[in-house]
């Protein structure tokens, strides 16, 4: 086993951290936050914009049942990387588009992404996600792990994450766990 860790920011963190969870080879999906000025920061103070973190979800994975490619495919189904700190109505840089990168192959893995959605021409905007070093994460509060599908009642949950998921396993059913 090949064990990899990647962290990435597309938007609210509750339905990507669901959906990477859904998959084979991720040992583990955690929300979080990343690539800001603060030190051991809340929901609360992320929320407000004002820390420079975002909402990420780290991911632990073995690279011999799934690929790092297939991990950025699955990323960029799952928001909209031309759409500048907002992903629908979460506005701010917290809710920005990004690969929080460990080493250079996973920087130079994720330009080639990128390049390649860009002359696949998938999307009519520029892709806007940044590319950062990867910093420290702090595991968001336990509440919001498993979130989504532990609260499918949950107004955010029911109208936005949830038909997302059912998008999302129609797309990617080989890949899910049994």
């Known amino acids: 086993m090949t064990t990899q860790t990647i962290t990435l920011a597309a938007g609210c963190f509750w339905c990507v951290e669901a959906a990477f969870n859904m998959l084979k080879g991720v040992q583990q999906a955690t929300s979080g936050y990343m690539g800001g000025h603060s030190v051991s920061p809340s929901y609360r103070d992320i929320c407000s ?14 690279a011999d049942v799934i690929s790092l490619q297939t991990i ?12 500048l700190n907002r992903q629908g109505n979460d506005v701010g840089t917290q809710y920005r588009s990004a690969i929080f990168y460990a080493d250079d192959i996973q920087l130079e893995m994720a330009k080639a992404a990128i390049n390649r959605l860009e002359q696949q021409g998938v999307y009519q905007q520029p892709i806007v996600t940044t590319l950062e070093k990867l910093a420290t994460f702090y595991p968001a ?11 499918p009642q949950q107004p955010y949950c029911q109208f936005l994450v949830l038909p997302k998921l059912a998008k999302f396993r129609q ?8």
């Open 72 to 83: 950025f495919e699955v990323f960029f189904f799952l928001h909209d990387p031309t759409s």
């Open 49 to 62: 914009g004002d820390t420079g973190h975002a909402e990420v979800v780290q991911l632990e994975f073995d």
């Open 171 to 178: 797309q990617y059913t080989t890949l899910l766990k049994t």
């Open 141 to 151: 509060e336990t509440y919001h792990q498993g979130y989504a599908l532990a609260n």
